[in-house]
């Protein structure tokens, strides 16, 4: 069994890939992104990665459900209600359904399994936890929401600070730790550092979950040349003094790791890495198609399974 | 002042037609239909008169929003969700704002209010209260609540007694009373006699109210030769063993009523009308336009105001 550690979209793509080579795959999301918006109890991460291993993602976009309209959008705004988070009407339907179980009482592992299986997936999804995680950036202008920095301010603030809210307090589920203490392969995905891995390796219980795991860990770099393929990874980085090498991508995991997937690009870094004592990978880790996916997936499990 | 009384759709033209008459207006709607449905607060009625009253509605179905989408119960579908209430995704925005509203502790009154202020409606909607009440019908298998039997099952069974859940213990609001106690004319809409204006009127004191106000009260057959311009009021009658006639009509409201608007059809039934001591208005009743509407609506003012 592989189990795969996912944000939204970028680790959503590597996700795919090792859905589509048919092993059978667990997907453990942050959730600190998750908030509640008119109401609803909104899980990006967790909708981004269903969306992608269903094959209902948007690729134009990056985000949402392909072929989305946005009638209650259009509707809320007439009411002059808030409109800056783009809540598609296929989208709001998953946010409903989660919103409706989690009042009843199921857990969002729960809840989350449910949709999956309605959706006709063969993987499973797991929340980071159950217990609310909320991640909150420094700006000038002082703490601020993660989807506030994210969508409504478009990401342009300067960060200078992160926090996970909550994630002192939040267990880690059964699931999440009997899928890795059962893992034959475990991927840190390509997500965000900070603000996607960072929040599930907080989870109290699961860096030494990952520590003392039979299986390989190994991590996707995401940066390639220095750049991230989408969201503020780079900007980010820089703001906390990190540079945005996967060098220090890799350094920030290193106590968990045993690989590391280099782009064919960065292969001149390959020493520092191996410095680090991981074993390395290198080849081109652009996702465009769901061909690229397969590819990257299944020269990992190759080098690893 | 005029205060109207209205169910959904039939009701809601009289009410868009006395907008147009452009005299401060005060509708008071039935509330029993309303139903929770995926854990939205959904207000069938209240949602009819103000997308009517706020030009919105859609002319063709007759129900809902004009230029209406259904990306949002498309999804509901996939994921094997109950989509026989027909959810549309502007329709949508109302029922998530009203929900966020009532959890945050507002009253269906207030919360009511807010929209039609943000729709710019110059009326005032009120609930006939802000008490759950819940109209079920008996069929051959037993009670059944109104939406399933009007909508689910397409008013198909046999009614063959009608309940109003909660209304003993139901309050009329404040809001509703003072209403009443000012209004200058008071017009029952031409809604479905037995589950849009009887819940209204069995809500404790309403029927007191209209009987001590000083406004003369008027009522609009909502039947045509026997028959209802739309919904099932002719097969709940029978059921009931009610004859299909204004003349019925008029008689459940006899002791709270002024006046009567017969069709200029049903002319014939005059003089039993007048037989129960109200004065009566013969003139065309059929409100396909808002021109019909308004014309009707003036007739009534010329009358009664």
């Known amino acids: 069994m592989i189990v795969a550690l996912s944000g939204g979209v970028g680790g959503a793509k590597l996700a795919r890939g090792l859905y589509l080579t048919a092993h059978p795959l667990t997907v453990i999301v942050n959730t600190a992104d998750d908030f509640e918006h008119l109401g609803l109890a909104i899980c ?13 993602s948007d690729p134009e976009r990056g985000w949402g459900v392909r072929g989305e309209s946005w009638g209650s959008l259009e509707m809320l705004s007439r009411y002059g209600a808030p409109d800056w988070f783009q809540l598609g009407d296929r989208d709001l339907a998953t946010h409903l359904l989660r919103t409706q179980g989690l009042r009843q009482g199921q857990s969002l592992t729960g809840v989350t399994a449910q949709l999956c299986r309605a959706l006709g997936l063969a993987a499973r999804l797991l929340p980071m936890s159950d217990d609310p995680v909320r991640t909150q950036v420094r700006t000038p202008t002082g703490w601020m929401d993660f989807q506030v920095y994210f969508v ?73 040349q220095g750049r991230a393929i989408k969201g503020p990874t780079v900007e980010m980085l820089h703001g906390l003094d990190i540079e945005p090498s996967p060098v220090a991508v890799a350094g920030r995991y290193a106590d968990v790791l045993d690989g590391f997937v280099l782009d064919a690009l960065d292969r001149a870094l390959h020493g520092q890495i191996a410095a680090l004592g991981l074993e390395v990978l290198v080849m081109d880790t652009l996702m465009k198609t769901d061909e690229h996916k397969r590819r990257l997936a299944e020269a990992i499990v190759n080098e690893w399974l």
């Open 44 to 56: 990006p991460d967790l909708d981004s990665v269903m969306y992608a291993l269903a094959d209902l």
């Open 152 to 224: 409504k301010e478009r990401c342009k603030p300067a960060v200078k600070a992160i926090r996970f809210l909550g994630v002192e307090k939040a267990k880690a589920t059964p699931q999440t730790l009997q899928a890795i203490a059962n893992a034959r392969l475990i991927v840190l995905c390509p997500s965000n550092p900070l603000v996607s891995v960072d929040p599930i390796l907080s989870v109290p219980g699961m860096r030494d979950a990952l520590k003392t795991a039979s299986a390989p860990v190994i991590a996707v770099s995401p940066l390639i």
